[in-house]
């Protein structure tokens, strides 16, 4: 009989030690485990239970008798209870027994019903028999619990190395099955994290950011319902700011009273980069009394809820909001690993409320600086407009003055005429720069030859050159080159270089034109051997009323419009104009207009 049981019992931990080895599902070695122990060792009946998150042992495993089953499977006692039993009970290697006249708690859950045997040695109906299931760490992972021997009596010293045996393979199971679910939970918190992470970067509309990462957030944190809060600004009461809640359905909204104990904790937390639990068994967290943490666990019962934890959402030193995450006893309370993914969501959702609440102030900036710039237009146009009228009519007295002169006035009268010219060209050039600066007038486009414009103004404004002795040249232009636009503006953006080019250029130099194309552009390339432009003044040039720096430059009359206005009309005609220039050697601006499909 002893031959066939230890045969038996090898055979039984072969092959659990297989099943083991082989990483198979942790519930099915547990009952092998069960089973070995009851075929192989000699007890009636074993159970196998293991210490949950919530530091509850679980029964998980039972064998040998189907009332035990019925009765313990899936039964709970806290781990309080097994650190009485080990205060009591005797020492048996590994093993730990109470023998039913010593223990100190009452019988609870499944006691047999039999009548133990005479003698010292007679094993009793209320005796405890149980083997820690230890990590390889030593950490505590369950218990190994049996009853009934066959033969009535305490087990002797080699049935308790066997039993020893199977508790170390029980053992090793539950650790790999621990590791197991780690390494799942990793996982889990990874994609949630990744998911949450991708859904706070893609959006830039904080309501949109709130709205979108709170499905991920309930799903890879295993809650069963979260209220996210940000706030707009420093100071702001709890109850404001934007919020939102997950699963939308809920209709338990936290008064504010309760979001402001979350407020409190979330700035506490964000301090100290934790997360606030608030359980029944836990410790209350340090911003919150005792007291205010059963009034949020009572509000939170209303939902089904039991466990809540507080997430700070953040950035750099600042707390700018938080998470409420609620979820049911059963699920069990966060784990470290849940704990730390939460503080990494609430970085990744503070870096983009800030950025969202950036993006905000951008557009609110840009809207208000578009409406600045409207008024600005409306404003130059009303103010041009207004002194066009004034300007023609000093102009027309000033020209009946002159055919009534005397001979040694009509010099007075030029010395008016050419000041009105010079204040009609300036409400002009304002008059056309609040024209290109509205929206509301786009660019009329029509199939344009672009080196007939410039051939044209090249022939208006060589008498201009010659007076100041300037060698006006255009290269022959080697096809016709076709924009898309209106001929008077480009017309007038070829005119404004050139005479620059012109004004700015010594006597007895040159300045060459060029008209080419590119393949997909059209190039007007006016280059001059002039003052040239400093590097500093180069980065200014082309805004409304600049003037260089440069005393040379200077002398020459001016407004300081006309390269604003090339500027404006290259960009309405969606392209752009270039400068390269070195102080002393000349300057060479470049137009450059995209080419249209369409013959001119």
Same mark, same amino acid.
């Given at each position: 009989?002893?031959? +066939?049981?230890?045969?038996?019992?090898?055979?039984?931990?072969?092959?659990?030690?297989?099943?083991?080895?082989?990483?198979?599902?942790?519930?099915?070695?547990?009952?092998?485990?069960?089973?070995?122990?009851?075929?192989?060792?000699?007890?009636?009946?074993?159970?196998?239970?293991? /210490?949950?998150?919530?530091?509850?042992? %679980?029964?998980?495993?039972?064998?040998?008798?189907?009332?035990?089953?019925?009765?313990?499977?899936?039964?709970?006692?806290?781990?309080?209870?097994?650190?009485?039993?080990?205060?009591?009970?005797?020492?048996?290697?590994?093993?730990?027994?109470?023998?039913? %006249?010593?223990?100190?708690?009452?019988?609870?859950?499944?006691? #047999?019903?039999?009548? #133990?045997?005479?003698?010292?040695?007679?094993?009793?109906?209320?005796?405890?028999?149980?083997?820690?299931?230890?990590?390889?760490?030593?950490?505590? *992972?369950?218990?190994?619990?049996?009853?009934?021997?066959?033969?009535?009596?305490?087990?002797?010293?080699?049935?308790?190395?066997?039993?020893?045996?199977?508790?170390?393979?029980?053992?090793?199971?539950?650790?790999?099955?621990?590791?197991?679910?780690?390494?799942?939970?990793?996982?889990?918190?990874?994609?949630?994290?990744?998911?949450?992470?991708?859904?706070?970067?893609?959006?830039?509309? *904080?309501?949109?950011?709130?709205?979108?990462?709170?499905?991920?957030?309930?799903?890879?944190?295993?809650?069963?319902?979260?209220?996210?809060?940000?706030?707009?600004?420093?100071?702001?009461?709890?109850?404001?700011?934007?919020?939102?809640?997950?699963?939308?359905?809920?209709?338990?909204?936290?008064?504010?009273?309760?979001?402001?104990?979350?407020?409190?904790?979330?700035? !506490?937390?964000?301090?100290?980069?934790?997360?606030?639990?608030?359980?029944?068994?836990?410790?209350?967290?340090?911003?919150?009394?005792?007291?205010?943490?059963?009034?949020?666990?009572?509000?939170?019962?209303?939902?089904?809820?039991?466990?809540?934890?507080?997430?700070?959402? @953040?950035?750099?030193?600042?707390?700018?909001?938080?998470?409420?995450?609620?979820?049911?006893?059963?699920?069990?309370?966060?784990?470290?690993?849940?704990?730390?993914?939460? /503080?990494?969501?609430?970085?990744?959702?503070?870096?983009?409320? *800030?950025?969202?609440?950036?993006? +905000?102030?951008?557009?609110?900036?840009?809207?208000?600086?578009?409406?600045?710039?409207?008024?600005?237009?409306?404003?130059?146009?009303?103010?041009?407009?207004? *002194?066009?009228?004034?300007?023609?009519?000093?102009?027309?007295?000033?020209?009946?003055?002159?055919?009534?002169?005397?001979?040694?006035?009509?010099?007075?009268?030029?010395?008016?005429?050419?000041?009105?010219?010079?204040?009609?060209?300036?409400?002009?050039?304002?008059?056309?720069?609040?024209?290109? !600066?509205?929206?509301?007038?786009?660019?009329? @486009?029509?199939?344009?030859?672009? @080196?007939?414009?410039?051939?044209?103004?090249?022939?208006?404004?060589?008498?201009?050159?010659?007076?100041?002795?300037?060698?006006?040249?255009?290269?022959?232009?080697?096809?016709?080159?076709?924009?898309?636009?209106?001929?008077?503006?480009?017309?007038?953006?070829?005119?404004?270089?050139?005479?620059?080019?012109?004004?700015?250029?010594?006597?007895?130099?040159?300045?060459?034109?060029?008209?080419?194309?590119?393949? !997909?552009?059209?190039?007007?390339?006016?280059?001059?051997?002039?003052?040239?432009?400093?590097?500093?003044?180069?980065?200014?040039?082309?805004?409304?009323?600049?003037?260089?720096?440069?005393?040379?430059?200077?002398?020459?009359?001016?407004? @300081?419009?006309?390269?604003?206005?090339?500027?404006?009309?290259?960009?309405?005609?969606?392209?752009?104009?270039?400068?390269?220039?070195?102080?002393?050697?000349?300057?060479?601006?470049?137009?450059?207009?995209?080419?249209?499909?369409?013959?001119?």
């Amino acid at each position: 009989m002893a031959t +066939e049981r230890a045969s038996a019992s090898l055979h039984h931990l072969h092959r659990l030690m297989c099943e083991v080895n082989a990483d198979h599902d942790p519930e099915s070695v547990l009952r092998l485990v069960a089973d070995g122990v009851v075929d192989g060792v000699g007890f009636g009946v074993a159970a196998i239970s293991y /210490l949950r998150p919530d530091r509850m042992l %679980e029964v998980v495993a039972v064998s040998g008798s189907s009332q035990a089953s019925d009765q313990l499977l899936g039964r709970r006692r806290p781990l309080a209870e097994l650190d009485e039993e080990f205060a009591v009970a005797e020492t048996w290697g590994t093993l730990r027994f109470v023998a039913a %006249e010593a223990a100190s708690l009452p019988a609870t859950g499944w006691v #047999p019903e039999v009548d #133990p045997l005479d003698g010292p040695d007679a094993w009793q109906p209320e005796d405890l028999l149980f083997a820690p299931l230890c990590a390889s760490t030593g950490e505590l *992972l369950g218990v190994l619990s049996v009853d009934l021997p066959e033969d009535g009596r305490r087990p002797g010293r080699d049935q308790r190395e066997l039993l020893e045996m199977y508790a170390v393979q029980a053992g090793i199971a539950l650790d790999n099955a621990r590791k197991h679910r780690q390494l799942e939970e990793q996982v889990r918190l990874a994609d949630g994290v990744r998911s949450v992470h991708h859904a706070a970067t893609s959006l830039l509309e *904080l309501g949109h950011v709130i709205d979108t990462c709170l499905a991920p957030i309930v799903a890879g944190l295993r809650c069963d319902a979260a209220w996210l809060r940000v706030f707009e600004g420093q100071g702001e009461l709890p109850g404001r700011g934007r919020g939102a809640i997950h699963p939308p359905e809920r209709t338990l909204v936290p008064p504010d009273r309760i979001l402001a104990m979350a407020w409190r904790v979330a700035l !506490a937390c964000w301090q100290a980069q934790s997360v606030g639990i608030l359980a029944p068994d836990a410790l209350p967290p340090e911003a919150l009394s005792a007291e205010e943490v059963a009034e949020v666990l009572r509000f939170i019962a209303r939902a089904g809820s039991n466990y809540v934890a507080v997430v700070p959402v @953040g950035a750099g030193s600042d707390c700018l909001g938080y998470m409420v995450l609620s979820r049911r006893l059963e699920d069990g309370p966060w784990t470290d690993l849940e704990e730390a993914a939460g /503080l990494e969501i609430g970085r990744d959702l503070g870096r983009a409320v *800030l950025h969202a609440r950036l993006f +905000e102030r951008e557009q609110r900036l840009v809207a208000e600086l578009g409406e600045l710039d409207a008024y600005k237009s409306e404003l130059l146009a009303t103010v041009s407009h207004e *002194l066009k009228n004034p300007l023609s009519a000093v102009l027309g007295y000033v020209e009946l003055l002159e055919d009534d002169s005397a001979p040694g006035q009509a010099h007075e009268y030029r010395a008016i005429r050419r000041n009105v010219g010079r204040m009609t060209r300036l409400v002009d050039d304002l008059l056309l720069l609040s024209r290109l !600066a509205n929206p509301a007038q786009p660019v009329r @486009g029509e199939p344009v030859d672009l @080196g007939g414009i410039v051939r044209v103004v090249v022939d208006d404004m060589s008498v201009q050159a010659s007076q100041r002795q300037i060698d006006l040249h255009l290269a022959p232009v080697p096809a016709t080159i076709c924009v898309d636009g209106e001929a008077s503006d480009l017309e007038r953006a070829v005119v404004n270089l050139l005479s620059n080019a012109v004004k700015y250029s010594p006597p007895g130099s040159r300045v060459h034109v060029t008209v080419r194309s590119d393949g !997909a552009t059209g190039l007007v390339e006016v280059r001059d051997q002039g003052l040239g432009i400093s590097v500093a003044d180069q980065a200014e040039l082309f805004g409304e009323f600049f003037r260089s720096a440069d005393p040379l430059a200077r002398a020459e009359p001016g407004t @300081g419009l006309g390269l604003s206005i090339v500027k404006r009309i290259a960009e309405r005609h969606r392209g752009r104009v270039d400068v390269a220039s070195e102080l002393g050697r000349g300057s060479t601006f470049t137009l450059a207009l995209p080419l249209t499909t369409q013959s001119c």
